[in-house]
């Protein structure tokens, strides 16, 4: 049984860094892409950051460039998604997911889920 669990969500003040962890288990971690989605009230599920298998191909938005950074320790199947110089606009639940193979931009393509952790950044 494959499982997602994310923690470090929060309440913050704008400017503030935060660090999201999701340990996954019940997988082959070293074969799937993972990838950080957030959701904020009343808006789609939108792709934030992700990174292949071996650390070395990575994706962010442009809203987070240069703000946030995705990272991930396949020795402890984990993947850590670095914030900082947070924004109120960054408020939303972060959810992790991971796939098969190589990254992709569409949430359908990715098989698993974590529950999502709560980010609010308050201004």
């Known amino acids: 049984q494959v499982q997602l669990v994310e923690s470090g969500g929060g309440l913050v003040q704008a400017g503030d860094s935060l660090r999201l962890s999701c340990v996954a288990s019940?997988?082959?971690?070293?074969?799937?892409?993972t990838a950080w989605f957030r959701q904020a009230p009343g808006k789609e599920r939108e792709l934030v950051a992700a990174?292949?298998?071996?650390?070395?191909?990575?994706y962010y938005a442009d809203s987070v460039k240069g703000r946030f950074t995705i990272s991930r320790l396949n020795a402890e199947n984990t993947v850590y998604l670095q914030m900082s110089s947070l924004k109120s606009e960054d408020t939303a639940v972060y959810y992790c997911a991971a796939k098969v193979g190589l990254y992709s931009y569409n949430a359908r393509d990715y098989g698993h889920w974590g529950q999502g952790t709560q980010v609010t950044v308050s201004s």
């Open positions: 019940g997988l082959t971690f070293s074969t799937y892409a």
């Open positions: 990174i292949i298998w071996s650390n070395t191909n990575t």
